[in-house]
């Protein structure tokens, strides 16, 4: 348990509770403190220092109770909000806005690389939910070269917790290490996460899927690369193909194709049948893709 003073109020932190600027004292007494406390935790805030006034501690401007000590044994998050004090007159003597939440646990980190050999994105979250503002400093090195530098994992598409690595080398033995640190005003907690690029393929699902009735009882397919695979060319994609009418867990898979278009044969009249494409890296590095929705298409009954 450890004691400290915040503009003439004492503030009690127990089992390892940190709040945040506690050290520095507010150049105004009607400053709104902000004091950051993990749930479950006790509170403990002195209105005013050896002074003996009356004075009422208010709650969302509604009276809580008139005693110096504000006293939350075991703090909820339906305890948040602004805590003031005032004097008997009314007179407003500290203000204090409680947050309530966790200290950051080790991210969750998942990465994948749907443009190979351009980039990969990692993406990460937080369980539980520290509910309070938390930031995170995202690096990644290559663990056979400890001399050099770690760099920056810039944030990727706006997203808090989604990062972009660039220029990461193909076929390194060694594992590349990334490293999320997720920092809170109760805490910090980072995760390393060791990944070979060629292990963390995964291209996007193909796109503009078309399926065309033919005479015969068959279905034309036709798809494209997934646009963020940005070089089929040099790395091709191969692609399954799979349909089914009814149940979705009746789907039968075919393929894989190299090129983007097959056939499908022997199908039912009257039957509507549900085509969806994934697509993979060719030399079958990582996993497949998400598969593609679902395109139906009904065989005419003559
Ligand atoms: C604190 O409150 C929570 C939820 O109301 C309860 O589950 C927990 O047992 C309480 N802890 C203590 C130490 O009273
Ligand atoms: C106080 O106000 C805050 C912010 O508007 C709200 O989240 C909280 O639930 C309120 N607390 C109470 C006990 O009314
Ligand atoms: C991970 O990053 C944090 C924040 O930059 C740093 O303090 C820590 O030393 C790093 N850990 C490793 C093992 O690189
Ligand atoms: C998909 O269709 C759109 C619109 O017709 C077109 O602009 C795009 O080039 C197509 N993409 C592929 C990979 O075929």
Redesign the pocket.
């Known amino acids: 348990m450890c004691l400290i003073y915040v503009f003439g109020a004492l503030i009690v932190i127990t089992n390892g509770v940190y709040s945040q600027g506690m050290t520095t004292l507010p150049s105004k007494q009607n400053a709104v403190r902000d004091l950051f406390v993990a749930v ?1 935790s006790p509170v403990k805030i002195l209105c005013t220092e050896g002074k003996e006034i009356r004075v009422e501690w208010r709650l969302n401007s509604s009276v809580l109770y008139s005693n110096p000590i504000l006293y939350i ?2 703090t ?1 998050l339906k305890d948040q909000g602004i805590y003031t004090c005032h004097q008997q007159n009314g007179d407003l003597i500290q203000t204090l806005s409680l947050h309530l939440g966790y200290p950051p646990s080790p991210p969750d980190v998942y990465c994948w690389s749907p443009s190979y050999p351009k980039r990969a994105i990692c993406s990460w979250t937080l369980n539980p939910d520290p509910i309070l503002p938390t930031h995170y400093i995202t690096t990644y090195r290559t663990y056979s070269d400890p001399l050099s530098s770690a760099q920056q994992c810039q944030k990727w598409e706006e997203q808090d917790s989604q990062c972009v690595l660039e220029e990461l080398k193909m076929f390194e033995i060694e594992p590349t290490l990334i490293n999320i640190t997720a920092i809170n005003a109760l805490g910090s907690a980072t995760r390393i996460w060791p990944f070979l690029f060629e292990d963390i393929v995964k291209p996007d699902p193909p796109v503009n899927v078309t399926v065309m009735v033919m005479p015969g009882r068959k279905l034309s397919v036709q798809w494209g690369p997934p646009p963020t695979w940005l070089d089929p060319v040099n790395f091709p994609l191969k692609y399954k193909v799979k349909f089914y009418w009814g149940k979705p867990e009746t789907a039968r898979t075919l393929g894989p194709y190299e090129s983007n278009k097959m056939v499908l044969s022997g199908l039912v009249a009257g039957r509507t049948y549900y085509i969806q494409i994934s697509a993979k890296d060719f030399l079958d590095g990582g996993q497949s893709s998400s598969w593609s929705g679902p395109i139906s298409a009904t065989i005419p009954v003559n």
């Open positions: 479950g044994q075991n909820s």
